[in-house]
């Protein structure tokens, strides 16, 4: 289904995609990056902190040591795990370099095998072949992004290019 090279390009482009998102949320301000603005998980500072917890927690049940492991213990609590905008950012970028490290060890074995975890928004134990549990970890985070681009574009941010292809080095 996927391939190392796939995972690799994939954590490559969520390191360069979340320097985007983060770079042009950087330039608003902390109350307009956490007004409620009708999204899912209300803001963009609400976002981007569940995109952080969710990448952790997928981070935890691929078993990647040594995990920066989510401080928060739910989706709920994920939503607030950084107040401040600095630290919030500062565990972005040092996520990426991890997801970047883990996606370099990945082999194809590994990627044939199944996942066994636990989904405690479903309340139940899972089986699912890592395959799809890493291609849902990179989709995710793309939904997320997407949802941060338009809040911030509706404040007259400016993201830059988020396409695939014009990814440095593709």
Not at 68 to 93: F, H, M, V
Request: glycine share 6%; proline share 6%.
């Amino acid at each position: 289904m996927i391939t190392p090279a796939y995972v690799q390009t994939m954590a490559r482009y969520n390191t360069w995609q979340n320097a985007n998102i983060y770079g042009a949320a950087g330039k608003l301000s902390d109350g307009q990056r956490k007004e409620d603005r009708g999204a899912f998980f209300r803001s963009i500072h609400g976002t981007l902190n569940h995109l952080l917890w969710a990448d952790q927690m997928w981070m935890v049940r691929f078993n990647a040591p040594p995990t920066p492991a989510p401080t928060a213990k739910n989706i709920p609590e994920g939503l607030e795990q950084y107040d401040s905008w600095a630290e919030l950012a500062n565990a972005r970028k040092t996520l990426d370099a991890f997801i970047e490290d883990w996606a370099s060890r990945i082999t194809p074995e590994w990627l044939a095998t199944d996942l066994h975890w636990f989904a405690a928004s479903a309340g139940k134990d899972m089986v699912t072949p890592i395959a799809v549990a890493v291609t849902h970890f990179f989709n995710h985070q793309t939904h997320h992004r997407g949802q941060t681009h338009c809040l911030i574009t509706g404040l007259h941010g400016v993201p830059d290019r988020t396409d695939l292809p014009f990814m440095p080095g593709v």
